[in-house]
């Protein structure tokens, strides 16, 4: 068998492989019924508002160093 034989064999099975990859999370992802989905979808945006309160309610960081002495220089 030449070389390039080999090759061309190794991409076919490759792309034959990548084919089912797909298929298969194909199935999966039509699997969930629309109301599974949407009970997903309101589960995540919970959690990243949950989150993004989170980081809202934390404690500012202490103004010190160049950035604050420009602030109070700008405010006058």
């Known amino acids: 068998m030449r070389w390039w034989k080999a090759v ?3 991409g076919a099975a ?3 492989a990548t084919g ?3 298929v298969r999370a194909e199935r ?3 699997a969930y019924t629309p109301d599974q989905v949407r009970e997903q979808l ?3 945006f919970a959690q ?3 989150a993004q309160e989170a980081i809202e309610t934390a404690a500012p960081a202490p103004r010190d160093g ?3 002495r420009l602030r109070r220089w700008f405010r006058r």
């Open 8 to 10: 061309g064999l190794a």
């Open 20 to 22: 089912v990859v797909v």
């Open 42 to 44: 309101h589960v995540r």
């Open 28 to 30: 999966r992802r039509r």
């Open 48 to 50: 990243a508002t949950a």
């Open 14 to 16: 490759g792309v034959v």
């Open 66 to 68: 160049i950035s604050a």
